[in-house]
């Protein structure tokens, strides 16, 4: 199974931006996906998640701004982006977070840069 995220670009601060990431087949023991970000010479920091049951969890420096969500069909997550900040310029990854002792996967990262 690959995860391709895309979506990323340049953005003036307070733009907005989604990123999207497909899986390439259906996840066999999914438990979430989330995003996580890594900035130069930071890092990896966790972004945000969502459970199968439809449960997410915020890092505190997206709440309010960043929204989560899922098209199981298109096996497709999505991160909706406002109100961008010149410190969310990271590269973003997408995970999915698997049960018992099925490996983790991570997609390939996106670049989102805020300019100010």
């Known amino acids: 199974v690959q995860l391709q995220a895309s979506g990323g670009g340049l953005v003036q601060a307070g733009g907005s931006l989604r990123l999207s990431c497909v899986a390439s087949?259906?996840?066999?023991?999914?438990?979430?996906m989330g995003w996580y970000r890594q900035a130069p010479g930071k890092q990896r920091e966790f972004v945000t998640t969502i459970t199968t049951g439809g449960v997410t969890n915020y890092g505190d420096s997206v709440k309010g701004r960043f929204t989560i969500s899922r098209d199981t069909a298109k096996n497709t997550l999505y991160l909706q982006m406002n109100s961008l900040k010149p410190e969310d310029t990271a590269v973003y990854y997408c995970k999915a977070r698997r049960s018992g002792n099925l490996p983790d996967l991570w997609g390939q990262g996106t670049q989102v840069t805020v300019s100010s």
């Open positions: 087949e259906t996840i066999i023991g999914i438990a979430a």
